[in-house]
Nanobody, 124 residues
């Protein structure tokens, strides 16, 4: 499965962006999917994840109440709506698919397929 993340850009603090993660195969619709981010000099960290059905979601404490993950399996796409953005949200954002787990995992090692990343820059 190939994943393509897009939708990043430059936004002022307090603004919003919506990231999209498009998959190449319909089997994506049965995979748990997550968004991660990596800021310069830091390790890649979990941001949000959704089960294959979208019924179960999980968020990092730093984004709870500001970010929303959702998916449209018919379009083979997962979204990350980011509101009230802060400068500390600046990072390259990656989507990833976990082909084994039925619950959302927050560890990088659980995920099998990764998109190429999209840069989000939040100015103060």
């Amino acid at each position: 499965v190939q994943l393509q993340a897009f939708g990043g850009g430059l936004v002022q603090a307090g603004g919003s962006l919506r990231l999209s993660c498009a998959a190449s195969r319909s089997t994506f619709s049965v995979y748990t999917t997550g968004w991660f981010r990596q800021a310069p000099g830091k390790e890649r960290e979990f941001v949000a994840g959704t089960s294959w059905s979208g019924d179960s979601t999980s968020y990092a404490d730093s984004v709870k109440g500001r970010f929303t993950i959702s998916r449209d399996n018919a379009r083979k796409t997962v979204y990350l709506q980011m509101n009230s953005l802060k400068p500390e949200d600046t990072a390259v954002y990656y989507c990833a698919a976990d082909v084994v787990s039925r619950t959302v995992r927050d560890g990088v090692g659980w995920y099998d397929y990764w998109g190429q990343g999209t840069l989000v820059t939040v100015s103060s």
